[in-house]
């Protein structure tokens, strides 16, 4: 049996046992608080714990930085001293983390030089047996704020120009789905907010032209959509029977991998310009018309003499397009002039062929169906043997080797009355 002095040895034995084990513990937790409390004077949020009554119990480093006062000085104020709001406000969010527990707000902390500094509290009711306190987190937002208010910033310039622009804009996904339009697109087609926005552009409702101009839309979205830029011309309608013409831009955002991620649509209004092209086109041509009519005049000038004589001298190659405007010329002076008699001098031809004898002849038949006489000069040995050829009729005309020769014979003619000769093949020398 165990005696008294065992069990004694053996209790003994066992607080031993029990206070090595008390003491290790203790040992951990305070290797624990240490762990912990460098990691709270580590961190770059700045921590502080405050007592029930608002008195500053503990704070880190980081906290102490913000507000600008020592840890010392921090350990003997309250937080009304830091928190800059009233009381009574003060108060009410200290009940409010009671009731809930922990709460995150936006508050402000009041350096010591004065100025105050906008943070995120994060506060936790904490609850150590029979005492109770609060742990809070404080991050300051100054630059945060600063990064957002230079971002609003930003944004206000984007969209001051994304709707001052003269120029129609659209954003869209890759597959060509309207998310915004500029205020300048909006107004001028008159939508609505939010409407055609959701949808395929080019099923948009404000395009001219039908399926034509949203399948040149369409085609647009695809190339710009596989990182081509691409363009097209289309008309865009809005209220009131406005419409403008656009030069359609397509161009691509691409991400870090290359794939489009939105695309632009910039549309240049070219109304003007296409107006002020189609005017100069139709001037270009008048003067065209205008040239092609002096030039006409330059190549068959018809000169009229005295006593109802024209003479028409013929410079340079012809060909059917002369002959016709030829023979229009010389029956407008014909009958312009009441003329009796017309000379045509081939002396600056330099090739009569069948075809352009054959027209000289049927030019004669129809002046002389005018009642006037057609007299031929210049004709060069080669040009009477094409004549001859080609067995054509001489005697519808007189045919005299000179201009000079020409004007003798009219005037002559002119003086006897105006008598006509006799039918039959007349050649003169004279």
């Not at 954003?171 to 087609?189: K, Q, V, Y």
């Not at 086109?281 to 018309?289: E, G, K, N, R, T």
């Amino acid at each position: 049996m165990e005696t008294d002095q065992d069990s004694i040895e053996r209790l003994r034995v066992e607080n031993a046992g029990l206070r090595k084990e008390i003491d290790r513990l203790h040992e951990q937790l305070g290797r624990q608080e240490e762990r912990t409390r460098l990691i709270l004077q580590a961190a770059g949020e700045g921590f502080h714990v405050v007592g029930m009554n608002g008195e500053i119990l503990d704070c880190n480093p980081s906290f102490a930085g913000i507000v600008g006062y020592d840890r010392s000085e921090l350990l003997t104020m309250n937080i009304g001293q830091i928190d800059p709001r009233p009381p009574h406000e003060v108060v009410m969010v200290i009940e409010e983390i009671k009731a809930r527990g922990s709460l995150r707000f936006l508050a402000r902390h009041r350096h010591k030089d004065g100025h105050l500094i906008d943070v995120e509290v994060s506060s936790h009711l904490v609850q150590s047996g029979d005492e109770q306190f609060f742990s809070a987190f404080s991050r300051p937002l100054t630059e945060q704020l600063k990064r957002e208010q230079a971002l609003r910033e930003s944004e206000q310039k984007f969209r001051a120009i994304f709707d001052e622009t003269s120029m129609f804009i659209g954003l869209l996904t890759p597959h060509g789905d309207l998310i915004e339009c500029n205020r300048r697109m909006a107004d001028f087609t008159g939508a609505r907010p939010g409407e055609a926005r959701g949808g395929p552009l080019w099923q948009a409702p404000f395009w001219v032209g039908g399926a034509s101009a949203g399948e040149r839309i369409r085609e647009c979205v695809r190339r710009a959509a596989s990182g081509e830029p691409s363009s097209c011309e289309v008309k865009i309608h809005g209220p009131g029977g406005r419409v403008a013409t656009l030069d359609l831009k397509m161009k691509p955002i691409l991400d870090t991998l290359g794939q489009s991620v939105l695309l632009i649509a910039e549309g240049y209004d070219v109304t003007e310009l296409r107006r002020a092209e189609a005017e100069r086109a139709a001037l270009q041509a008048q003067m065209i018309d205008a040239q092609e009519a002096t030039i006409r005049e330059l190549s068959t000038p018809l000169i009229p003499l005295d006593a109802g004589i024209l003479v028409m001298p013929l410079v340079g190659r012809l060909d059917r397009v002369r002959i016709e405007q030829l023979l229009e010329r010389l029956l407008q002076g014909v009958v312009a002039q009441r003329a009796a008699t017309v000379i045509l001098d081939v002396t600056g031809v330099p090739v009569v062929d069948a075809e352009i004898a054959d027209s000289l002849i049927r030019a004669a038949q129809a002046v002389k169906l005018l009642g006037a006489e057609v007299i031929l000069t210049g004709v060069g040995p080669e040009v009477a043997q094409t004549m001859v050829g080609i067995g054509i009729d001489l005697r519808e005309l007189v045919t005299l080797s000179s201009l000079q020769s020409g004007l003798h014979h009219a005037l002559g003619r002119s003086r006897r009355g105006g008598g006509r000769r006799a039918s039959g093949p007349r050649r003169r020398d004279g």
